[in-house]
């Protein structure tokens, strides 16, 4: 099975500062990493997903994703926020075989302030 | 065009009742699943489909009857609602079972009263 663990339920920043959104996660298995975004009151929209190849990962909208097997973490981060970007975001994971299922941490809540 | 699109957008009804969300999908997918997303946020499976197959079942409570008449559609029934049914649920569809990127729908707010 696996776990997901966002390490800040809520993340305020101001706007044009640089922000770092935390994901750890536990797997006996191999796994996709994944960063949705949810704005008020839509639905999920992907910002961005390791599969395989560069650990690095760019994604929509300025921001990327780090993945660290060893500290079995995904971070994400961009270097200057808007106003846009304050949303509701969500790390999840896949096992890499087997029926996919998405297991989602609980969330880090981004504001940004003028 | 909508590619994941869910009806009603808001649901609200009394315990007891019965009631059905749909979902259609115009990507030409072959998976769909149902999230549950909780009054905290917390967003987890409940269903998914592979070509019409039923996949996942993340021990849902038998009230819960997910019916898929086709690879497009998957939609979601619900008897004897209880006040913990209460919950925003997504529909999401992606390309194939396994690593690809699924796509979610804006979500129906079910609020039993």
């Known amino acids: 099975a696996q776990s997901v663990t966002q390490l800040d339920s809520q993340v305020p920043v101001f706007e044009e500062a640089p922000v770092e959104l935390r994901c750890n996660y536990s797997s006996s298995v191999s796994v996709y990493l994944f960063w949705y975004v949810q704005y008020p009151n839509q639905g999920l929209q992907l910002l961005l997903k390791y599969l395989s190849g560069s650990t690095l990962v760019k994604g929509i909208n300025g921001f990327e994703a780090e993945f660290n097997k060893s500290q079995t973490s995904f971070h994400l981060r961009k270097p200057s926020v808007h106003i846009s970007d304050t949303a509701e975001y969500f790390c999840a994971v896949s096992e890499i075989q087997g029926a996919q299922k998405l297991v989602f941490g609980q969330g880090t809540r981004l504001t940004i302030n003028p | 065009d909508t590619a994941v699109s869910q009806t009603p957008k808001y649901l609200v009804t009394q315990m007891g009742n019965d009631k059905s969300i749909k979902c259609e999908q115009n990507?030409?997918?072959?998976?769909m699943y149902w999230y549950k997303q909780d009054s905290k946020k917390f967003l987890k499976i409940m269903f998914s489909y592979n070509n019409k197959e039923l996949i996942i079942n993340e021990t849902v409570p038998n009230r819960f009857s997910p019916k898929s008449p086709d690879k497009a559609h998957l939609n979601l029934h619900i008897n004897s609602l209880e006040l913990g049914d209460s919950a925003v649920y997504f529909c999401?569809?992606?390309?194939?079972?396994?690593?690809?990127?699924?796509?979610f729908g804006p979500g129906t707010r079910l609020t039993v009263l």
């Open positions: 990507l030409g997918h072959d998976t």
């Open positions: 999401a569809s992606s390309l194939s079972l396994v690593g690809n990127e699924q796509f």
